[in-house]
């Protein structure tokens, strides 16, 4: 997608040396942006726990290219497979990060040492740009909806309003995102589209990155407190709520960002439709419980505990907001359980969120 006026993607292989990965530093944004070069494993775990990169997608393509580097340094079996095991323990919730890994390990293992790094890098092109694509098809497959919104007869004029939480945009993936690529596709068709980004505490990726995205790409749109959907759905101010995933069970249920679940509760009370955009990258077959089953990472206490942000001189800056001394408890994901899902949104089409729904689309999974 464009930052001002130039074409970028959230990570690519540096074209001069052709083997050291570029990234944008996401933790700099809206402030600032900072193209980083990783250079070994080390830097690659490093994005991904820290939050450089971030977003179910994104992770997997890093993941990915993190194996390539550190075949750089070692490309002997023993290397690889603990190259592997690094990568898999920086973020637990996010399936891509083990579906990518699982998939290059796929391509590398039965490689001779010698012969592993062409293909590595190979493999991580292939994930990164059918990554693109996918995303692109969940676009057009999701514009339908935002279409349809806009036709509904007795509908009061003006854009059609999506509300959307946390960021599952461009940035969150290789390039187009997963629940904000609908929303390109249908401003790119001339179809007016409004977007309600929730903020998204404690890290605030709406309110910095689903609106950075938003501004530069010229989609109108309103940040609201994480609190507000509820009251604007039942104030018929919200058309449908569209959100990614980080892991999503074969029976449909939904693990996204922490408070997904109350909005997809406020969507059923007054009738909204639930979408929920994802590649098949993010279906974990596996597991059919989310609730139960779907590791949720706790991160540190500190991130509910300050804000981050610009002062009117231009520093950025980083406050506490609670009192010293009070605990403060960091759920980052939550569990939406599929029977408040109005539907997924796939590569292969939309689907009910459930097992037959899946299986429809993903006849191979049977
Ligand atoms: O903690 P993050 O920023 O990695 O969480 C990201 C989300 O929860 C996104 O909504 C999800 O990964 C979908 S991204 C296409």
Not at 136 to 145: E, M, P
Not at 210 to 225: F, Q, R, S, W
Not at 329 to 336: H, K, L, M, S
Request: with cysteine; hydrophobic share 45%; proline share 6%.
């Amino acid at each position: 997608m464009q930052i001002d006026g130039h074409a970028y993607r959230t990570i690519w292989v540096d074209p001069e040396d052709r083997w050291s990965v570029r990234i944008i530093d996401q933790t700099r944004l809206p402030w600032a942006l900072e193209i980083l070069r990783l250079t070994t494993l080390d830097d690659a775990a490093h994005a991904i726990r820290a939050m450089l990169v971030r977003g179910a997608p994104l992770i997997g393509a890093t993941a990915a290219y993190g194996l390539c580097l550190a075949l750089r340094a070692d490309p002997a079996d023993a290397a690889l497979e603990r190259a592997a095991t690094t990568l898999a323990a920086t973020r637990p919730t996010a399936v891509n990060l083990r579906w990518a890994l699982d998939r290059m390990l796929a391509r590398l293992r039965p490689a001779a040492p010698g012969a592993r790094l062409a293909g590595a890098y190979d493999e991580a092109a292939r994930i990164a740009d059918e990554d693109a694509a996918q995303n692109a098809a969940i676009g057009r497959h999701g514009q339908t909806l935002i279409e349809t919104a806009a036709a509904r007869p007795g509908r009061p004029a003006g854009p059609v309003n999506v509300l959307t939480h946390c960021n599952a945009g461009w940035l969150a993936t290789v390039d187009w995102g997963t629940a904000i690529a609908p929303i390109y596709a249908a401003h790119n068709a001339g179809i007016p589209v409004h977007v309600w980004v929730d903020e998204t505490r404690p890290r605030n990726q709406g309110a910095s990155l689903t609106a950075y995205e938003l501004g530069k790409h010229g989609v109108p749109h309103t940040v609201i407190a994480d609190n507000a959907g509820g009251h604007l759905m039942q104030h018929g101010q919200v058309d449908l709520a569209i959100v990614g995933a980080d892991r999503v069970t074969r029976t449909g249920d939904v693990a996204n960002k922490i408070g997904t679940y109350l909005k997809a509760l406020a969507a059923k009370d007054t009738g909204v439709p639930f979408w929920v955009a994802v590649p098949s990258s993010t279906i974990d077959w596996t597991l059919a419980d989310g609730v139960a089953e779907i590791p949720i990472e706790e991160r540190a206490a500190a991130e509910v505990a300050t804000l981050t942000g610009r002062t009117e001189a231009g520093a950025v800056m980083t406050i506490r907001v609670i009192p010293d001394g009070s605990a403060a408890a960091n759920p980052a994901f939550d569990v939406t359980p599929a029977r408040l899902v109005t539907g997924l949104i796939t590569e292969r089409g939309r689907c009910p969120a459930t097992a037959e729904g899946l299986l429809g689309l993903f006849p191979e999974r049977r």
